[in-house]
């Protein structure tokens, strides 16, 4: 799979919520419908609300990148999964299928 459009599932309380992508022009994150139709369903946070359009940011969304760990934890992921310390779809993608918090992502292929 190339380095340009990596995808990952967004899940939000153990249940799947959403896509996020790296494109060529920045990054798209998406709410499946089924996860919209829910009436449980809560965002991701307060800066993507709820709709069916999907989002688009020419940077890593900052809710998503404020996932990723800093310090000497980033570092040993960097290291263990040879990540270039620019690569931060990367370290999310590797660092945040079990992270603190309601939202967890995991890769697709």
Do not use: H
């Not at 967004?10 to 494109?23: D, H, S």
């Not at 990054?27 to 359009?53: C, G, M, N, Q, W």
Request: charged share 30%; with cysteine.
């Amino acid at each position: 799979m190339s380095e340009t459009n990596r995808k990952a599932a967004v899940y939000i309380q153990n249940v799947p919520a959403g896509r996020i992508e790296e494109t060529e022009e920045g990054y798209l994150f998406s709410y499946d419908s089924a996860y919209l139709e829910r009436t449980d369903a809560v965002a991701a946070s307060i800066t993507l609300p709820l709709r069916k359009e999907p989002y688009f940011s020419e940077v890593l969304f900052p809710f998503f990148d404020g996932l990723i760990p800093e310090g000497w934890l980033l570092q040993v992921i960097r290291d263990t999964w040879k990540l270039d310390r620019r690569d931060r779809f990367g370290a999310l993608l590797a660092a945040c299928r079990d992270c603190i918090g309601d939202v967890s992502i995991r890769r697709e292929e």
